[in-house]
């Protein structure tokens, strides 16, 4: 008897060494397979253009690029914005990718507003939808001036 | 619960099997001294999911190896799971020499258990071949000459050594190639290897059973009172936790070492196996010689090991008691304190890197702080543009002060910058550190501060190359570096592009791409040299002015000592008045032999150097280069006129006699003889003829009035195939519209004729349905086929 109650406490006491092993080197092993879940993204200026060049009442492109970081690799992003002033003090930077589906709008001038080539979506100059599928204007990127250049907030 | 439990157990037998198999009795004596096994398996599966786990993120080339190990450290739990990986190997090889030593002290290794034992040699093998080859896999310095020299070794045996050393590298050198070999066989093959040995190891022990402490051979009790689970399972798990405990507390404490990424050219690095190799690198040293390391290395070891497979075969010893066994153990023993003599005696060889007191390690402090490390290195860690500084011959602290202090007074062309304005303590400081280095000093670890370099970057010739890359385009260099960043190397140093007469040639560049002066100088930098200095017309007479102002200026350019004393010297004739500058042109154009009389005292390029870009008055007249037509059809332009004027000898007082033949493409002024060569040259380029020649000059038109031999009788058929440029031959004789006047339509075709001869068929009023018809007809069929306008206009034509 004595002996059974012995080996039924070092059973549940295999058990429990068992578990704090399994979670000792679960937690870790977990924590590096879902790390990049919980990586933080850097945020970076990025300069884009001159303020000069941006024409008043007309959406300007701007190609600009940066050094990304994809994992252990660095590589070169490049992106394309429009820049929008009425005035030549207030600016408004939009990014050119479609709120529906990811493709790249253009500006086109006789119709005064951006064209989506995939799926016939169009933008006025505020970026607001007037037509076509997507589901909410184009996106405004966070911008600063400074020396008189545009720079806008990517995430690295 | 219990009923899926029993469901299973119905359906695959698995659980009866797992009673089976840990419900093993055991015999009397087993304890705390048999856990060693089970760590050392416990310890196979933690670095089996270690690694498993790491290779979620592990790339095995050399390009991006290392950093793929970096990335794995930034992550969460990275550098703990490494460093699991990292201790779990040694505590492997510990482990699995504890159970070697507690299997022969309790003689478990005899009969009928041989083969046991003989299977445990293999896995101890398998575990240093799994150490060997995970050893490259993070791809810096340690591991690329460990496996260097481990190689190495294998190319030591004798006739297929170099064979060997072929195969293990996959080529001549460690690089790509080894790395991936490697890898698949640490993650592949090894594994494979491990777990059938392992299997066939722990089947042999429930076959022939744990060996009865102390008990004879062949006289083993068979009363089992102890069960496998839960009695020594418990055990097991006891140690397994403290071992687990052990490697947590060194994996967050110190984490896995990474050094530098592997520099191939780096000679100063020292390899040093890992510890559990280091006994044998000892023996390495005591054995010289053409075959000393093949002996050290390879024999040794490998007589080693057989002995160590055949000793269940060679001891025939029926006790198991050490006590009663005095020749094994003292075999053991000799066998442990030799190795650790070796090892220990190793461990005092290597050289280590000195402590550095107070001051000294503020000097390295300091030396990372002023991004000295961009330039030094350190035993070849770091910069490779300036001298290393482990190395340095001369270590005099007043020379290395006078260095630091003003670096041009002994290279004039250093790029390193002055550090006059440190304070005097942190001169000393850096002076000592540099004192302190030697060749077992390590470079201190830089920290990563903002965005990662670059590959480019760590290119062995950056240096040199960044000059280029900056040229493709300058704003790149902005993304991570300040605007002045440039200025820490440069400040102190012109671009080799300003060494020899830049000055001169400074212009082009400034206006083109301004972009690059501004990389080093401000705004006003042209404004400060220009504003007095330049050459306007009246320059000569606000030189002076500009001189007294700033000398030095004037130097930049004219670098001959006696430039002035070219005006100024003393004795001047009596015609150098102080209005000769004025008259100087008038009275040498008047009178020829004034210009010989110049060269008695100045020299021909004395004229040039006020004369340089300065022209004549003749040379602005409207029109002195561009066509003019005089009368009796002769063309000829201003400065042609000038040249037959004055003669050739005017234009070669400032001109160079090659200067008309470099304009006008062909010798000039024509030498003798030329008209027979004419027709050749002609050919060559007939629009050089015409800049200065019409075809209808009565010179011409005596020659080129005969019909050529090349008009025959069906000439008119064949011509088009023989106007072949573009109709300038005929123009000789035919006249400029010659073509034109024959075929009704601008002929040769203009450039822009395919869009325009629409709008011709128009003027000439052929309109409606058919006019394209009524025009082929009238004109394009003489040289077009009838389908050649269908090409562009089949579609119209249907519509």
């Known amino acids: 008897m004595d002996e059974i109650s012995r080996r039924q406490w070092l059973s549940k006491m295999c058990g429990l060494l068992s578990a704090i092993v399994a979670a000792l080197l679960g937690v870790p092993l977990l924590g590096l397979s879902l790390g990049t879940m919980f990586h933080r993204r850097k945020t970076l200026w990025v300069k884009v253009g001159p303020i000069s060049a941006v024409k008043k009442g007309e959406p300007t492109k701007f190609v600009y690029s940066f050094l990304k970081e994809d994992a252990y690799l660095q590589k070169t992003e490049r992106g394309t914005v429009y820049v929008i002033t009425h005035d030549g003090k207030n600016f408004k930077v939009f990014s050119n990718i479609c709120p529906h589906a990811g493709c790249g709008v253009r500006w086109e001038r006789q119709f005064q507003a951006f064209f989506c080539p995939c799926h016939n979506g169009k933008f006025d100059i505020n970026g607001q939808v007037i037509a076509g599928p997507p589901p909410k204007p184009l996106n405004e990127i966070q911008h600063k001036i400074e020396g008189g250049f545009i720079f806008i907030k990517v995430k690295a | ?799």
């Open chain 2, 1 to 799: 619960m219990r009923s899926i439990v029993r469901w299973i157990d119905e359906e695959t037998g698995l659980i009866t099997i797992l009673h089976h198999f840990m419900e093993e009795p055991l015999p009397k004596g087993t304890g705390w001294a048999h856990v060693f096994g089970s760590i050392a398996f416990f310890l196979f599966l933690l670095q089996g999911l270690t690694g498993a786990f790491m290779m979620i993120y592990y790339v095995p080339t050399p390009d991006h190896a290392h950093e793929s190990i970096e990335y794995i450290q930034r992550l969460p739990f990275g550098r703990i799971v490494r460093g699991l990986h990292h201790w779990g190997a040694s505590a492997m090889v510990v482990f699995v020499g504890i159970h070697l030593v507690q299997v022969f002290l309790w003689g478990a290794y005899k009969k009928p258990r041989q083969i046991i034992w003989v299977i445990g040699v293999f896995l101890l093998l398998i575990t240093f071949a799994f150490s060997f080859t995970g050893y490259l896999l993070p791809w810096d310095q340690k591991a690329y000459w460990a496996t260097v020299v481990g190689t190495n070794i294998a190319g030591s045996i004798p006739l297929i050594g170099e064979p060997l050393k072929h195969i293990l590298r996959s080529g001549e050198e460690v690089g790509a190639a080894t790395l991936t070999r490697f890898y698949a066989i640490h993650i592949v093959l090894l594994p494979m290897l491990i777990t059938v040995g392992i299997i066939f190891h722990i089947y042999q022990v429930r076959k022939k059973g744990i060996t009865p402490p102390w008990s004879r051979v062949g006289e083993e009790p068979t009363e089992k009172p102890l069960l496998f689970y839960p009695d020594q399972v418990f055990k097991d798990l006891v140690a397994a936790l403290i071992v687990l405990l052990v490697l947590l507390f060194l994996a967050v404490k110190f984490g896995a070492p990474l050094e530098e990424r592997a520099n191939p050219a780096d000679v100063t690095y020292i390899p040093r196996p890992e510890w559990y190799f280091l006994p044998l690198f000892e023996v390495l040293k005591h054995l010289p010689g053409k075959y000393g390391e093949f002996f050290g290395a390879i024999v040794i070891p490998a007589i080693g090991t057989v002995l160590l497979l055949l000793f269940p075969y060679i001891d025939r010893n029926p006790e198991r008691h050490p006590a009663k066994r005095p020749f094994a153990v003292g075999l053991m023993l000799f066998v442990f304190t030799v190795t650790t003599v070796f090892g220990v005696q190793a461990l005092r060889s290597t050289p280590r890197p000195k402590g550095l007191d107070e001051i000294e390690a503020r000097g390295e402090k300091l030396f990372m702080d002023l991004r000295c490390s961009a330039c030094h290195g350190v035993n070849g860690g770091g910069g490779t543009a300036g001298p290393d500084l482990a190395t340095l011959d001369d270590r005099n602290p007043q020379r290395l002060e006078a260095i630091l202090r003003r670096p041009q007074t002994f290279n004039a062309r250093s790029i390193m910058p002055s550090y006059d304005h440190l304070k005097d303590e942190d001169i000393i400081a850096l002076v000592s550190y540099m004192r302190a280095l030697g060749p077992g000093s390590r470079m201190p670890r830089i920290p990563i501060v903002g965005p990662k370099k670059p590959a480019s970057h760590f290119d062995e010739h950056w240096m040199l190359e960044h000059k280029f890359e900056v040229r493709k385009d300058p704003t790149t260099c902005g993304t991570c570096h300040k605007p002045d960043f440039c200025q820490t190397c440069h400040q102190n140093r012109r671009p080799d592009s300003h060494l020899n007469g830049w000055i001169k040639a400074h212009f082009g560049t400034a206006t083109e791409r301004p972009e690059f002066c501004a990389v080093c100088h401000t705004k006003s930098y042209c404004q400060d040299c220009h504003k007095d200095t330049f050459h306007t017309p009246k320059w000569l007479e606000e030189h002076a002015k500009g001189f007294k102002a700033r000398p030095a200026i004037c130097k930049e350019c004219h670098t001959q000592p006696y430039f002035c004393v070219e005006c100024h010297k003393g004795a001047e004739p009596k015609s150098h008045t102080p209005d000769w500058i004025h008259r100087h042109a008038y009275e040498i154009r008047v009178s020829k032999d004034l210009e010989q009389t110049c060269t008695t005292c100045h020299e021909r390029s004395f004229c040039t150097s006020c004369h340089e870009g300065k022209r004549p008055k003749s040379h602005e007249q409207p029109n002195f280069v561009g066509r003019r037509i005089r009368d009796g059809g002769r063309v000829k332009s201003g400065h042609a006129l000038e040249a037959v004027q004055k003669g050739s000898q005017g234009c070669a007082t400032c001109h160079d006699r090659r200067f008309c033949t470099n304009c006008h493409g062909t010798p000039m002024p024509h030498p003798q003889g030329f008209v027979n060569i004419h027709v050749t040259e002609a050919r060559k380029d007939m629009a050089l003829c015409q800049r200065c020649h019409f075809w209808n000059e009565p010179d011409c038109r005596q020659c080129h009035s005969q019909r050529p031999l090349s008009h025959t009788q069906d000439f008119r058929e064949r011509h088009p195939q023989l106007v072949a440029d573009g109709g300038m031959s005929c123009q000789v004789c035919h006249g400029r519209n010659a073509c034109t006047d024959c075929h009704k339509l601008p002929m040769p075709h203009p450039q822009d004729f395919i869009q325009t001869h629409g709008e011709l068929a128009k003027q000439r009023g052929i309109k409606g349905r058919d006019s394209m018809k009524q025009l082929q007809k009238q004109l394009c069929t003489t040289c077009h086929a009838d389908k050649y306008c269908r090409k562009c206009h089949l579609p119209e034509m249907k519509r």
